[in-house]
T-cell receptor
């Protein structure tokens, strides 16, 4: 099993709809989770972080975390064409001594297209 | 605060050459991580530096190396370039050793 898996996509939604992006992870002790957005040809941009079970809302974005199911999702409400990008889920490893520093493990990304 | 900066932004090299990439982290951030991004492999961790010390290294050959200076700026070097080294090289800085902010990247093309 891969450490971080995302729904394969690509995902296409109409403008104004809710886009749902999902991510599962294998490390049971992971405490924090990150969602990055990457536009074509650009670098990843941090858009959400979540540390506790439940929902975290930031504008049109909601991150949902379920540690028991090892599942984190990102909902984008009122999707806009400008949301079209690749969304990356990232997990820092559990603190296992010197092997953990500075390494985020990324999913393969989900390409989202919002069409007018 | 200014964001993470990387230079150069684009680079074309030929096989066998070497290359040095530079990264300046966000002011106050002492941790710098480097990643390689390719269409086939996604984002892969290269190494991480903190206070001039490499604390972690990914599964890359010894041709890939790096260092960090006392002002937290970091460089990575790739020697004896291969075609497969063509990629987007990203550096990310962190203050809390978890939340990482990426620079714009250096796009390297090896011919």
């Amino acid at each position: 099993q891969k450490e971080v898996e995302q729904n394969s996509g690509p995902l296409s939604v109409p403008e104004g709809a809710i886009a749902s992006l999902n991510c599962t992870y294998s490390d049971r002790v992971s405490q924090s989770f990150f969602w990055y957005r990457q536009y074509s040809g650009k670098s990843p941009e941090l858009i959400m972080s979540i540390y506790s079970n439940g929902d975290k809302e930031d504008g049109r974005f909601t991150a949902q975390l379920n540690k028991a199911s090892q599942y984190v999702s990102l909902l984008i409400r009122d999707s806009q064409p400008s949301d079209s990008a690749t969304y990356l889920c990232a997990v820092p490893p559990s603190w296992a001594g010197g092997t953990s520093y500075g390494k985020l493990t990324f999913g393969q990304g989900t390409i989202l297209t919002v069409h007018p | 605060k200014a964001g993470v900066t990387q230079t150069p932004r684009y680079l074309i090299k030929t096989r066998g050459q070497q290359v040095t990439l530079s990264c300046s982290p966000i002011s106050g951030h002492r941790s710098v991580s480097w990643y390689q991004q390719t269409p086939g492999q996604g984002l892969q961790f290269l190494f991480e530096y903190f206070s001039e010390t490499q604390r972690n290294k990914g599964n890359f050959p010894g041709r890939f190396s790096g260092r960090q200076f006392s002002n937290s700026r970091s460089e990575m070097n790739v020697s004896t370039l291969e075609l497969g080294d063509s990629a987007l090289y990203l550096c990310a800085s962190s203050e809390d050793q978890e939340t990482q902010y990426f620079g714009p990247g250096t796009r390297l093309l090896v011919l």
